[in-house]
Every structure is written in structure tokens, then in C-alpha cells.
């Protein structure tokens, strides 16, 4: 069972930068895990903004790309968001998510807050 924790939300003004983390817990084959980062903002479905496989294959929403880059550091059991250029629509609660492959359970962190405003 793995859990994850994910930290570094805020507020920020529009054009500003954040980095989430997600730490992972409770498995000793985090490098083994896709992971990915999901968001839902108010009165709407939870999205997926970019995601990274076990070998490191990044793809991304088309709304963030070239703005947001996500990665890995198997040896910390984390996962990054970088967000830079941040907009008023990417006002959400952040999501990481964690599963073995189709068909697998995911595991889902509590959530980050996100506001972009000025």
C-alpha cells in the first residue's frame, strides 16, 4: 500500500512559478510506480496535467505544456510539478497519483491547493 503526501501549494500571482512534491510511502518499488499529478478545480471533473512513467516518459495536458514539467527522484520517493507561467485557470487543488500500470489500483494523495490570483 503506498501512501502520498503532497506539499508546496500556495498562492501566487499570475506569472508566478510553484513546485509541488509528492513524497511517497510504504512501498519499496516507488521506481516501479507511473506517476502522475491530476487537478479538479471548482464545479469541474479532476483533470490529468502531466504524468511520468517508470521510465521516466513525461507527457502533459495540452493547457500546461511548455509551462509545467513533471519529474522523479526514485531515490527520495518523490514526485515534482513544476508550474511556471501560472494563470488564473490553473486555480485547483493538485492531485498526485500513483498506480502499477492499466488496470491497477491508484493511490491518490490528499490534495494540494493552488490559487493563482492577484
Known amino acids: 500500500q503506498v501512501q502520498l503526501v503532497e506539499s508546496g501549494g500556495g498562492l501566487v500571482q499570475p506569472g508566478g512559478s510553484l513546485r509541488l512534491s509528492c513524497a511517497a510511502s510504504?512501498?519499496?518499488?516507488?521506481?516501479?510506480?507511473?506517476m502522475a499529478w491530476y487537478r479538479q478545480a471548482p464545479e469541474k471533473q479532476r483533470e490529468l496535467v502531466a504524468a511520468?512513467?517508470?521510465?521516466?516518459?513525461?507527457n502533459y495536458a495540452d493547457s500546461v505544456k511548455g509551462r509545467f514539467t513533471i519529474s522523479r527522484d526514485n531515490a527520495k520517493n518523490t514526485v515534482y510539478l513544476e508550474m511556471n507561467s501560472l494563470k488564473p485557470e490553473d486555480t485547483a487543488v493538485y492531485y498526485c497519483?500513483?498506480?502499477?500500470?492499466?488496470?491497477?489500483?491508484?493511490?491518490w494523495g490528499q490534495g494540494a491547493q493552488v490559487t493563482v490570483s492577484s
Open positions: 497519483c500513483a498506480d502499477l500500470g492499466p488496470g491497477t489500483r491508484h493511490y
Open positions: 510504504g512501498s519499496s518499488i516507488f521506481s516501479r510506480y507511473a
Open positions: 511520468i512513467t517508470s521510465g521516466n516518459k513525461a
